[in-house]
């Protein structure tokens, strides 16, 4: 799957040399009646201007068709960055609206230099580190999040409170002030998200093609212009200014930027999770290269390009990669078309995109919010009784913690998860299965036999710097504990890919009490790296130590040979 997607580029685009794949074209109309909406949507979620969200619309439909892997994948804002944007400004500029504009454009643009700079150092499969219980546990919570938080567009209320259940009680605090334009709004509300969820269920067959999402805004447009809406209280999206901006970096504050630092990590982390969820699955499915370190290059020019000017931040989301799927893509062109017939609305009917009313973009998120509400993706886990308080963390410290802090806690939760179980420090001793030349622990083949005068140890985890000490600790305890007399004492490193520099000290150490009692050391199953780096620093300190990246079996012959020099080895297992 690493694979450079060059080749894989020019097969697709041989394929339909010479034609206008109107098949790309088809599904670009389609998919614009989706992420046009969507995107407006989001700009809300982030608490932006409607232009936000249609800035970073282009900047990542263009770059990503432009320079991206996957000819499914399109590029546009996303439900998880908006929250983590509007709790971010929030946090940070509070009221101060002009303050919160620049703090979004400088969160879009450290997210991108932080795209390159993965992208250079190569660092596309960053986030398999990031575990899927983690990862689908945040990600369900947050959508918990962003369905709940809706009634505050819907009641035109403002509360400001991470945690969730906090957050529900203030909005039945406030009922008192409810009024009959509350009472509208929440009626438009839901007769459009019950006709959201209508054009969604009877899209099969010949109908599975519908735009619903630009239906649902066409009639609210309608419904807006004929029953004028805005006179009953109800609000809709108002003037969007498409003029422009000139590129800028926003002037901000040294602890400012820090800060967007630290954000624009979490930010990566959740938005390249995402994305290349969905490039990796439909390459797959279509047994497609992709290439994970262009696509982070193409992710990190499009949210550099719609920070520049004053975008949202984007990503690969998985319900629009999977619409542009079903509406029968074949090419990346189908995200540039996209582009171009979003253009055109943007151009043509834009005063009637500004009569869409807030309740209708609401009823839209709540909709596609509620599809990704299923509990299948978890009944796994709980079946096999694994990682379950993971999941159950996830979710309750995006739910009572807030989207930043709660994404931080699964993240370090994560992390923690990974030191733990990389930090183990077992050992065990092998011995010989039968006549065999396998090397098995003795604890769990009580059968095995152990091999006169050689002691054989291996580390059950990869040694690093939170284990190694421990681990040879346990070796010296076994060697001076062993009941029988020993002169070899075999260390298989099998588990153990590469070295830090504890591990090289802890080694040089062990190294050194072994030579200090006379024993001879074997070091078996060396990695290419691990023999390298050993060779290096302490291949000269220690030339009698042996290091070999050949079988247990190879070191018993060598150490039979290293104690009877004179004798037939092979007559030794006779």
């Known amino acids: 799957m690493n694979l450079p997607a060059k080749k894989n580029d020019q097969n697709i685009y041989a394929k339909f040399a010479g034609k206008l794949n109107w098949q790309d074209a088809i599904a670009g109309l389609s998919i614009a009646g989706l992420l046009l909406p969507q995107a407006l949507a989001y700009s809300g979620i982030g608490n932006l201007p409607a232009q936000a969200g249609i800035i970073g619309l282009f900047a990542g439909l263009l ?17 998880s960055s908006a929250v983590v944007l509007a709790a971010t ?44 219980p983690v990862l689908r546990g945040f990600t369900f919570g947050l959508a918990i999040v962003i369905i709940i938080k809706q009634s505050t567009a819907v009641l035109n209320i403002s509360i400001q409170k991470e945690n969730l259940f906090i957050f529900v009680l203030d909005v039945f605090r406030q009922f008192r002030s409810w009024n009959y334009n509350c009472l509208l709004t929440t009626a438009v509300a839901l007769i459009f998200l019950a006709l959201m969820e209508w054009l969604r269920r009877i899209k099969k067959g010949q109908f599975r093609n519908i735009p619903s999402g630009t239906l649902v805004i066409i009639f609210g ?14 609000p809709n999206v ?57 696509d982070l290059f193409a992710l990190g020019i499009s949210n550099l390009v719609s920070g520049i000017f004053q975008g949202m931040p984007v990503g690969a989301g998985y319900s629009a990669t999977a619409a542009n ?46 599809t990704t509400l299923t509990l299948s993706s978890f009944r796994l886990y709980f079946s096999w009784k694994i990682d379950r308080l993971l999941i159950v963390a996830s979710v309750l410290a995006v739910l009572l913690l807030g989207v930043l802090q709660g994404l931080m806690i699964a993240i370090a939760i994560n992390l923690l998860m990974m030191l733990r179980q990389n930090s183990k420090s077992t050992i065990s001793v092998l011995g010989r299965l039968g006549q065999s030349h396998d090397f098995v622990s003795l604890s769990v083949f009580p059968e095995a036999q152990p091999v006169s005068g050689i002691l054989i140890l291996r580390p059950d985890q990869s040694m690093f710097f939170a284990n190694a000490d421990r681990i040879l600790l346990q070796a010296r305890e076994t060697v001076s504990s062993s009941p029988l007399p020993i002169h070899t004492v075999i260390l298989s490193l099998e588990q153990t890919t590469d070295l830090d520099a504890t591990s090289v000290e802890a080694l040089r150490d062990f190294f050194a009490d072994m030579q200090k009692e006379g024993k001879k050391l074997i070091l078996a199953r060396l990695k290419n790296p691990v023999h390298e780096i050993l060779q290096f620093t302490l291949g000269n300190q220690f030339p009698e130590v042996s290091l070999s990246r050949l079988s247990v079996e190879r070191a018993v012959r060598l150490a039979h040979i290293k104690e009877n020099p004179n004798k037939n080895v092979y007559s030794l297992y006779k």
Not at 248 to 265: A, D, K, M, N
Not at 268 to 288: C, N, P, Q, T
Not at 339 to 358: A, D, F, H, N, S
Request: glycine residues 6%.
């Open 63 to 79: 770059c990503y068709g432009l320079l991206g892997s996957s000819r499914f994948a399109l590029v546009s804002p996303t439900s």
């Open 89 to 132: 400004t929030m946090t940070m500029a509070e009221d101060n609206a002009s303050l919160r504009l620049m703090l979004a454009s400088g969160l879009v643009i450290m997210t991108g230099i932080l795209f390159l700079l993965a992208a250079v150092t190569r660092m596309g499969n960053v986030t398999d580190f990031i575990a899927k």
């Open 238 to 294: 108002g003037s969007i200014d498409m003029n422009l901006n000139n590129p800028v970096i926003p002037e901000l504050t040294y602890p400012e930027w820090t800060q967007l630092l630290e954000i624009g990590v979490a930010l990566v982390f959740i938005l390249y999770a995402e994305s290349y969820g969905s490039i990796r699955s439909f390459a797959m499915k279509h047994h497609d290269t992709i290439s994970p370190n262009r």
């Open 221 to 234: 447009i309608l419904a807006s212009k004929l029953l004028d809406l805005p006179a009953y209280g109800v």
């Open 325 to 370: 799927e079903a509406y029968g893509a074949r090419t990346r062109l189908a995200g540039i078309f996209a582009l171009i017939i979003t253009l055109i609305i943007i151009l043509t009917v834009l005063p009637y995109i500004e009569w869409i009313p807030i309740p209708v973009l609401a009823a839209i998120v709540i909709s596609t919010m509620a």
